[in-house]
């Protein structure tokens, strides 16, 4: 089960057996001091030792800007997945999907991220459908997985301010089927979500893209996000250090004070009447 970061560095259960409030994401408190954020940049690289984050989201989280200023705060290195399916094939993610079909794409994809998981002192930030296979869980374990979680009223706002980049939605295969309304893509979204939802749960932090009620619940800005994700990882590290400490403490209740524990058996003497061909001689 995956963890959110909340107000006060809380930490609160992402989903549970029911079903998950898809437009109404968990939200945050935003860290809102330069020097601090930098501080707690600062804290986490020395705390993770130069192990590997993976940014996942839906399409429309921001990953790719904020992967690039993670990977600043961190003195990491960066990669974007897309970006480098793209290069390697010189062609467009939609052209790719169009002339090969989404399987060959996530093949591409998947072998970027086996090549990737080698790598250390890595921000590296994923396609939307990259959850979707056990393969591609396997080379992100080699590092932490950071989940870029919004609503879906948040990712189509972001992806029709796109407007100034013509060329950004078009990019988009998967909504090539959406029409060109704010509510049809909205609509594309959330039912896109509803399907990745369990996938994207598996990640080991969630940073919500909104703030909460106290900040009017708007959308946070990409430098405002780089912080929660360093102050989560740092969370989701100590619950895990108290988890481990937890079952060190671990005691067998109801035993009683008065059972005796017997000495171990002393092995039988070989020339005590051992059958022949053990220890002795015919």
């Known amino acids: 089960m995956s963890r959110v970061v909340g107000s006060h560095d809380t930490a609160r259960t992402c989903a549970s057996t029911t079903e998950p409030s898809i437009s109404s994401p968990d939200t945050a408190r935003p860290i809102n001091d330069s020097l601090a954020s930098q501080e707690i940049a600062t804290k986490l690289g020395e705390a993770i030792g130069g192990t590997p984050l993976y940014l996942v ?39 790719i999907f169009d002339e090969n079909g989404e399987d060959l794409f996530r093949d591409l994809e998947t072998q970027v991220l086996a090549e990737l998981s080698q790598y250390a002192r890595s921000v590296i930030s994923t396609g939307g459908g990259a959850v ?31 407007d100034s980049n013509p060329d950004e939605k078009a990019n988009r295969p998967l909504l090539n089927d959406a029409e060109d309304t704010a509510e049809s893509t909205e609509a594309e979204l959330a039912s896109l979500l509803e399907t990745r939802f369990k996938f994207y749960d598996e990640a080991d ?13 708007r959308v946070l800005s990409p430098d405002e996000l780089v912080p929660l994700i360093c102050q989560g990882i740092l969370d989701n590290m100590e619950r895990k250090k108290e988890e481990v400490d937890a079952k060190k403490d671990f005691k067998i209740e109801g035993i009683p004070d008065t059972m005796e524990v017997r000495p171990p058996v002393a092995p039988q003497d070989a020339s005590d009447g051992a059958p022949k061909g053990f220890g002795q001689s015919a």
């Open 57 to 95: 989201g839906m399409m429309g989280s921001g990953k790719s800007t904020v992967g690039r200023l993670l990977s600043q705060s961190l003195a990491y290195r960066y990669f974007d997945t897309d970006d480098l399916i793209e290069k390697s094939v010189g062609a467009p993610v939609r052209q």
């Open 205 to 217: 932090v969630v940073v919500p893209l909104e703030a909460d009620a106290s900040e009017g619940g």
């Open 132 to 162: 979707l296979r056990t393969e591609n869980w396997g080379h992100m374990r080699h590092g932490i997985v950071v989940w870029l979680n919004g609503s879906p009223a948040t990712l189509a706002a972001r992806i029709a301010g796109a």
